[in-house]
Structure formats: structure tokens, C-alpha cells
């Protein structure tokens, strides 16, 4: 569980960056907010 946790917050990326870190973060975020809102119009759209 705590290596599904470390890479979202992009820690997994390399300190000395702070704006790669922030990118990674801001990348990886709305990744994971497109997937759940892609996920639920299908499911709305194919499942009703």
C-alpha cells in the first residue's frame, strides 16, 4: 500500500527540482481525476 502511495505526490522524482516535483504532481493528479470522471460517464452512458 505505501509503494501505491509514494509516486502521486511525486516524491518518487528528484529533490533538487522543485518545479519537476510540482509538474509531476500536477501531471499526476489530474491523470487520476480524468480517469474517474472518464470512468463514470461510461459507466452513466453504457450502464443505465
Given at each position: ?7 502521486l ?40
Open positions: 500500500m505505501e509503494r501505491a502511495a509514494r509516486p505526490p511525486g516524491i518518487d522524482q528528484s529533490k533538487d527540482d522543485r518545479i519537476e516535483i510540482w509538474g509531476t504532481r500536477i501531471g499526476r493528479t489530474l491523470s487520476v481525476a480524468a480517469f474517474i470522471v472518464l470512468a463514470v460517464y461510461l459507466m452513466l452512458t453504457y450502464l443505465r
